[in-house]
């Protein structure tokens, strides 16, 4: 995955899951030679399908293992 792909697939599944962050941090990783390569081979490794719950699978989870998450 292109670093510009990563990037692009990272803010995509921060935005789909509405979560809280700094944007111009998270695009700054991506901007910076020394991290860009980095931040692109996170993404590529844990955000995919087989790694991300929607949010049914978290309610689910939360719901069975009566742990408590701010959603």
């Known amino acids: ?8 697939h990272l803010l995509n599944v921060v935005e789909e899951r509405g979560l809280s962050v700094d944007l111009d941090k998270i695009l700054l990783s991506f901007e910076d030679g020394d991290t860009n390569h980095d931040s692109a081979a996170w993404v590529e490794e844990y955000l995919h399908e087989e790694t ?3 949010k049914e699978e978290l309610e689910l ?11």
């Open 52 to 54: 991300l719950l929607t």
């Open 61 to 71: 989870y939360v719901q069975r293992s009566g742990v408590s998450i701010e959603c």
């Open 1 to 8: 995955m292109a670093d510009e792909q990563a990037a692009h």
